[in-house]
């Protein structure tokens, strides 16, 4: 396929690649959805049926709320409704997410409402 630039790119699927298959969980954390709606739950997954934690921090570094992910099937699986520890809603704004067991960090989007 010709490109903007005048060059072309070229795709190759392998055959074993184009069925979708129910296929097992991903190691890293999910979650959705992001930008969450005003309201709305943000469901947080990992690959791996261990208990486990996210951890919510503002842009201060602030850890702000905490997630427990339980055990479903073979993975671990808990819900935020964008409050904070003690129960208030959260200001519109970008968070962090981050695993207790894990060091990277994502950005969680709460737009205003």
């Known amino acids: ?4 630039e005048g ?6 699927i392998p055959n074993a690649a184009v069925a979708v298959g129910p296929g097992a969980v991903p190691a890293g954390l999910r979650f ?19 208990r486990c934690e996210v951890w919510i921090f503002d842009l201060h570094g602030r850890n702000v709320a905490r997630v427990p992910l339980e055990p479903a099937g073979d993975s671990s699986a808990g819900v935020w409704s964008g409050r904070d520890g003690h129960g208030k809603p959260l200001e519109p704004g970008i968070y ?15 737009p205003a409402r």
């Open 1 to 4: 396929m010709q490109t903007i």
């Open 7 to 12: 060059g072309t790119v070229g795709v190759v």
């Open 32 to 50: 959705g959805p992001n930008p969450a709606r005003a309201g709305s739950e943000i469901r947080f997954a990992r690959g791996g049926s261990a």
């Open 96 to 110: 962090l997410a981050r695993l207790t067991s894990g060091e990277r960090l994502r950005l969680v989007i709460l």
